[in-house]
């Protein structure tokens, strides 16, 4: 089954304590990306990732890391998390070909105190 | 910045009606649109898309229609269902940053009995 998945799917921490959050697909996607959610604003992309070792910001990327290091994995570091960032997380991929929709993952849902 | 998505926040239908989730755009260069449907809990799933040469297009009980005179596109779903309750969000895809989705703030369609 083509899927995204995102691991943890809930996460409380405390200002300041480094994580990351997983991300893998299996449908061999060259595109991955960052989403955060927030009621009133909508989906925002943080990062994105157009191949192996190929990354660029988004429109919130304060804050936040990411690295390619495989093409199906794509983790998001938050080094220092504040309570900003508290939020819906969304990871993405699609395929090269322009016109085609992006896969979702189930979201992770952070709390930082 | 430019955006995507004027949405009323919330919908309301009779099961069995006709729904018809409108969003606006304001970048006149965008060539591809999609809308995706976020069950709660879930991340967002793809609906539809289209590509800014066409005006119409229809998949199964769902149809989209896009107006570019006056950057414009909604969503029509036939013979609402209770599974069809969630939030609707519009999408942009554009050319130039293609591998970045540009979201509205969704819609929050329920289905009363």
């Known amino acids: 089954e083509a899927q995204v998945t995102q691991n943890p799917r809930y996460l409380i921490t405390v200002t300041g304590k480094k994580l990351t959050v997983t991300c893998s697909q299996n449908?061999?996607?060259?595109?991955m990306s960052w989403y955060r959610q927030d009621p009133g604003l909508g989906l925002r992309q943080i990062y994105y990732?157009?191949?192996?070792?190929?990354?660029d910001k988004g429109d919130v990327p304060e804050g936040y890391k990411v690295s390619r290091k495989e093409k199906r994995n794509f983790p998001l570091i938050l080094e220092s998390p504040s309570p900003n960032q508290t939020s819906l997380y969304f990871c993405?991929?699609?395929?090269?070909?322009?016109?085609?929709?992006?896969?979702f993952g189930q979201g992770t849902r952070l709390t930082v105190v | 910045g430019e955006s995507v998505g004027l949405h009323l926040p919330t919908l309301s239908v009779q099961e069995g009606d006709n729904s018809i989730i409108n969003c606006a755009y304001s970048?006149?260069?965008?060539?591809?649109f999609i809308w995706y449907k976020q069950e709660s809990g879930k991340g967002p799933q793809f609906i539809i898309d289209?590509?800014?040469?066409?005006d119409k297009r229809q998949g199964q009980r769902v149809t989209v229609l896009l107006n570019k005179t006056v950057k414009h596109l909604s969503l029509q779903i036939a013979a609402t269902q209770p599974g069809d309750s969630a939030v609707y969000f519009c999408?942009?895809?554009?050319?130039?940053?293609?591998?970045?989705?540009?979201f509205g703030s969704g819609t929050q369609l329920t289905v009363l009995p």
């Open positions: 289209i590509r800014s040469n066409m």
């Open positions: 999408a942009e895809r554009r050319w130039v940053s293609a591998r970045q989705l540009t």
């Open positions: 970048n006149s260069a965008s060539d591809y």
């Open positions: 993405a991929s699609h395929a090269s070909n322009l016109n085609t929709e992006a896969f």
């Open positions: 990732s157009m191949n192996v070792e190929v990354t």
């Open positions: 449908m061999n996607h060259e595109y």
